[in-house]
């Protein structure tokens, strides 16, 4: 069965400062990978997606986000934070066999001014 | 383009109650997904549907959850009887397609919350 951890719940940053969100994925065969974010009041938006190719995929707003096959990770960074970045952002996989999202639990991202 | 549509956005019931929950999907998306967010999780599958047919309903509680999309566009969610672990966001999804490894990515709607009380 697929699954997804993230390993920090909560992260609190002052803006301009880097950042960096693990997810690890369980799963045997080829994967599609996404970061979602969620802001306030807001609905599930794709930050960006890993199909095949380059593993280092660009997203909006600065995100970046790499696939390391051999450590199964798919960490999300980004440079600079800004305010605006406060938000939740959830690591998610579909696998061949299945092509609904399994999804992570989420890390909570504050951005302090 | 329009984004999925859910309605309600907010509904809050007594346990053993039933509820609806109502989804459109992106015009031209052949498969929709619902599923459940329960706070502090992520969102975890439900149902999917392909055109008006079950993709995929092993999560689905069926003593008490059901879903239908009969003509292949939009869909509803009921539980009935409602229990106090059902508190939690509805989401629906759709999708374009999803034959093979195709480039799947999945747009979402603003949930349901329900609260049962």
């Known amino acids: 069965a697929q699954s997804v951890s993230q390993h920090n719940h909560h992260v609190i940053l002052s803006e301009a400062a880097s950042l960096e969100l693990g997810c690890n994925y369980s799963?045997?065969?080829?994967?599609?990978l996404f970061w979602y974010v969620q802001y306030p009041g807001q609905h599930l938006q794709l930050l960006l997606k890993y199909f095949s190719g380059d593993p280092l995929v660009k997203g909006i707003k600065g995100f970046e986000a790499e696939f390391i096959k051999s450590k199964f990770s798919f960490n999300l960074r980004k440079p600079s934070v800004q305010w605006s970045d406060t938000a939740e952002y959830f690591c998610a996989v579909t696998g061949t066999g299945r092509r609904a999202l399994t999804f992570g639990s989420g890390t909570r991202l504050q951005v302090q001014p | 383009e329009a984004g999925v549509a859910q309605s309600p956005r907010y509904k809050i019931i007594e346990k053993r109650q039933s509820v609806a929950f109502w989804c459109n999907p992106i015009?031209?998306?052949?498969?929709l997904y619902w599923y459940q967010q329960i706070l502090g999780q992520g969102p975890k599958l439900l149902i999917q549907?392909?055109?008006?047919?079950?993709?995929?309903d092993s999560q689905l509680p069926k003593d008490r959850f059901s879903a239908e999309r009969l003509k292949g566009v939009d869909s509803t969610l009921k539980i009935q009887p409602a229990k106090l672990e059902d508190s939690a966001v509805y989401l629906c999804a759709s999708s374009l397609r999803t034959s093979g490894l195709a480039k799947n990515i999945q747009y979402f709607g603003a949930g349901t919350r329900l609260s049962v009380l």
């Open positions: 015009s031209g998306h052949a498969t």
């Open positions: 799963y045997g065969g080829t994967v599609n």
């Open positions: 549907f392909q055109n008006n047919g079950v993709v995929d």
